[in-house]
């Protein structure tokens, strides 16, 4: 039969681009990882497969004094801002979406205007205050600012304006507060949509490094990627280690990827959320 | 009757303090935040940060932006990232018609593989990329050296002529899964019907998709131009991690220039200046775009 001849063209097609693809965006991470376990990557052919990976690249990140440091704030602050800006767009999103008050499209416009403001020429002036208020490298000073995120609210916002009123009305007549609903009904009934926005988020604040490189003057307070990428630059490492520095960074986003890729693609459709 | 309406105000009052106490807390912080520093911003510009006191400056920083050649550099290599970034929406509109006429008919394992591979740039950061991109530069390089006698191993990413379109190129790398992946989404969701129609009138392979793809795909590729250009304008990261700006200003972008004038040479004042004229720029991209998007829904 000549259909299943061109299916198997068909097929053929198919697996070779999948292939040539996936080569062409895995291999720069596969050889970050074949670096760090000591492979001899400059010979030709590259041993691609390390016959005796060393992780001596491994404990030498760990025991440069300040790494532990780093890799603490990272989770500090990922967390910290994430669920922070979660918590802040919940709330002013549940208003905007549901409750009537003076003044509220203008204020939705402030926030379509905030959004329109790129973050780090805000940076400047914002570096410039934080010293006067002596909140340079502090925790409080990396955490709060970020966390009134207007996308974010925008965002939630629309999500909630799909859900149908009635669940809430019940609520309300048995006498739930607002906050109990949004709480209770609202963050679970938009479940797709706060999962993907938390997991951006928290890929978003990992990835980070423009902001602490502005507001964490002193290196204590540097989280793992501007920490790594001040080694990169330094030349003082050997590269192995660096390399490690850099499969270490990637592994917290990998699984977070793995784990909720459905979530990732939905909030690129259905939000053309970015980098 | 009156009590009613009465009743009706008071529900009004409660709702409106109850919306109030919720968006306090945002708006507090964005004021501060978001709203005050671009206040304080445009207010920055007149002023070399100094101790004890700022220095009124008038409009030299204003004045110094019109001479200063390494901005009109920084200025044209942010331009030249925007049309990177457009050349990765043209190449993105070829792997997506591909991927939709064949791999999205193969296995769901080899889709799922497709599509996590593509979009693996948009979570891992920009310091690991940097890192990655580094190593296969250098040591594509110098495996190119390694044939010939007295050629010296230089990654292209350190190099005056090569550096920009290198960075460009890997941003490109970077935003091509992101792209096709959206126009797949687009393409998903023209009818078959219009394909149909397209068939039994005639059409050729061709003429279907300049007739009826690429006219159902405008309102996306325009949105997808401009946030491309306002993400030029904010391009950091990969200048930062790739090459830091050099070799010396060859492929910073206006951004980067506008963190090192703040960084390296202290001068608050005149970063401000620069950050007026990303504002002013990526202000008037949004504006465009908006125009857009209230124009396909309202």
Redesign the interface.
Known sequence: MPKSKSDRI??I???A??AI??A??????Y??IL?SLRAD??S?P?ELFPRNPDFSGYTAIFSHPAFLEWLTNSFIYTICISLGTIL??S??G???SR????G?TY?FWLI?G?????????Y??????LAKMKLLSTYWGII?????S?YS?FLLKQSFDAIPRDYEECAYIDGAS?LTIIFRIFLPLAKPALVTLTLFQF?WN?????WP?FVATSPRFWNL?LG??NL??SYTRD?WT??SG??I??IV??I???IG?EY??RG??VT?L?? | MKSKEERGKRMRLREARDAFLLILPFFVLVSIFSIYPVYQGINLCFYKVMLPEDKYIGLRNFERLRTDNVLTLTLQNTVYYGLFQMLGIVLAILPALLVNSIIMQARPRLRWLFQAAVLLPMVIGWVTLGMAWNWMFLIGAGALAAGRPGAVTVSPLARIETALPTVGLILIWAILGYNTILFLAGLRSIPKVMYEAAQIDGATNWQAFRYVTLPAMKPMLTFMIVTGFIGAFQVFDPVATLTNGGPGWYSASIVFYMVRQAWYALDYGYAAAIGLVVLTIVFTLSLIQFRIIYKRYV
């Open positions: 068909f097929r097609i198919a697996y681009s999948v693809s996936a062409i965006y895995l291999y720069p991470f050889l970050l670096i990557v400059f030709w590259p802040m767009a709330i002013t549940y208003a905007f409750l009537n008050f003076p509220k204020l379509l905030l959004m329109m403001i790129p973050g780090i020429v805000s400047i002036p914002l570096y410039v205050m709060i600012p970020p966390i009134a207007p609210a607002r890929v990992w990835n980070n490094f423009a490189l990627p790594i990428w990169t630059w590269f660096l390399a850099g499969v960074l990637m986003p990998f977070l990827y793995l890729i990732f693609l690129i459709i053309g970015k980098k």
